[in-house]
């Protein structure tokens, strides 16, 4: 008689009656029993190194020591846990907090909405925001993007195969082409791609053709994060900015994922030394627990009370977590840490990438990375670059996780391997972590020739 475990009963009830609609059990068939850090262990005592980090959430890791002792400091002096979004002393500091961060431009001047707890809900506000504030009526988004999966962000994203049978998705989005340098939209290439995308923006926004109602706001990842890890040229960023600028058409970025400090700044936009119209925060924000803003420009603070609300707006438990995580990033120079370690990630992996044709490309911005897997047997575009190879790197992906590692796929046909590990992982962590990948590269690849 073969014995069940716990993890395999706990496995079995979640297949059995939790939704087809979940996704990381797919991949990632454990039962998580502790996490400390870097670390989660399961039922059955085996530890794993979690680059996934809840999708950029944790910031910190799991269960840091700060966001710990902020949740026991909480409890003990009895603060609301549900609020709506009626002031108490912990939101007004947390909320100063946040303007502490903004660049000096927007620090004293800007507003906040307090969203729901998600960072769709978010971006569903900071539509809202514009559409009362302009008189635009278009929405203009970028191929590749991903903004969540309400109804109304999915018709902002570029994934297709979750909308493809959905109706009465969200009129008047249009897709502009991002700076996708390695397969360059207009089949250019040769650091050609921003410069093209820029102008043919720019020209579209002024062709009284275009076909293209006057836009009432413009949404952009700076760093494409399922779309898979593609950092937008930074002077190209900076061209967008003039572009809108100039036409009166707010400038929102998607901070969901790189916000925090996850591209090596606080907010991933300063790379490019722009200040923006619209910031919309979610994941880190909330230092672990559920938590997402909008932040904006006070002339576009036009909407009525009640234009946009939510329930658990004033989630008081998250927004002490979130005080704590920031205070915790500025008082440690964590910023300085994340740019120390991506140097440390890309250094490896351009290594490891010159060693294998299947690895095409390697990209990202701090600690937000991306493996291109491709396949040298297939057939090169015209720019000299192999097809996208999504089997090899599911197999790589499964290779890792047996081997004790977590990272998650994205990008086009689920061909990109891509880190989100805590801003705080060590020099030690980071070399298990690339050993790790390193080794289930090699094991992929030979399974995978051996077919």
Request: net charge negative.
């Amino acid at each position: 008689m073969i014995s069940v475990s716990a993890g395999d009963a706990y496995l079995q009830l979640q297949n059995d009656k939790e939704s087809n609609a979940k996704s990381y059990p797919c991949r990632f068939p454990l039962v998580i029993d502790k996490a400390k850090g870097l670390i989660i262990t399961d039922t059955e005592g085996k530890t794993y190194y979690d680059c996934l980090s809840g999708a950029g959430t944790l910031a910190l890791g799991h269960n840091h020591d700060v966001v710990i002792a902020a949740i026991r400091d909480f409890l003990e002096k009895q603060i609301p846990l549900h609020t709506l979004d009626l002031a108490t002393p912990l939101k007004m500091e947390f909320m100063q907090e946040i303007f502490s961060i903004l660049p000096e431009e927007l620090r004293d001047t800007a507003k906040i909405q307090f969203c729901g707890p998600t960072g769709a809900d978010a971006v569903e506000a900071a539509i809202k925001l514009v559409k009362n504030a302009t008189n635009g009526k278009s929405i203009l988004a970028f191929q590749g993007g991903y903004h969540g999966s309400t109804q109304a962000t999915m018709s902002m994203s570029g994934n297709l195969s979750k909308k493809q049978h959905l109706q009465s998705l969200l009129p008047d989005v249009h897709f502009l082409p991002f700076p996708y340098e390695y397969r360059c939209p207009f089949g250019i290439g040769g650091g050609m791609t921003a410069q093209i995308s820029a102008q043919y923006i720019e020209n579209l926004l002024d062709d009284c053709e275009s076909g293209i109602a006057a836009p009432c706001g413009l949404i952009i990842e700076t760093v494409q994060g399922e779309g898979g890890a593609i950092p937008a040229d930074l002077e190209w960023l900076r061209q967008l900015r003039r572009i809108t600028a100039e036409r009166g058409i707010p400038l929102i970025i998607d901070e969901v994922q790189t916000g925090i400090g996850r591209t090596g700044k606080m907010f991933s936009f300063e790379h490019a030394g722009i200040i923006p119209d619209v910031i919309i925060c979610s994941k880190a924000i909330g230092g672990s627990l559920p938590m997402s803003v909008v932040i904006y420009k006070e002339e576009l603070d036009q909407w009525q009370p009640g234009a946009h609300t939510g329930t658990f707006r004033g989630n008081q438990l998250g927004m002490a977590t979130g005080l704590a995580t920031l205070k915790y990033m500025k008082e440690n120079k964590v910023l300085d840490q994340v740019n120390e370690r991506s140097s440390q990630f890309f250094e490896t992996l351009y290594r490891l990438r010159d060693k294998h044709e299947e690895i095409g490309d390697v990209r990202g911005r701090g600690l937000m990375i991306g493996v291109e897997i491709v396949n040298p047997k297939g057939r090169k575009d015209r720019l000299g670059h192999y097809p996208l190879h999504g089997d090899l790197a599911s197999r790589i992906q499964e290779r890792c996780f047996k081997n004790g590692l977590i990272i998650e796929v994205g990008g086009r046909r689920s061909a990109v391997l891509r880190f989100l590990p805590p801003l705080t992982i060590t020099v030690l962590e980071t070399v298990e972590v690339l050993s790790i990948f390193e080794k289930s590269v090699n094991q992929a690849i030979e399974e995978m020739r051996d077919q």
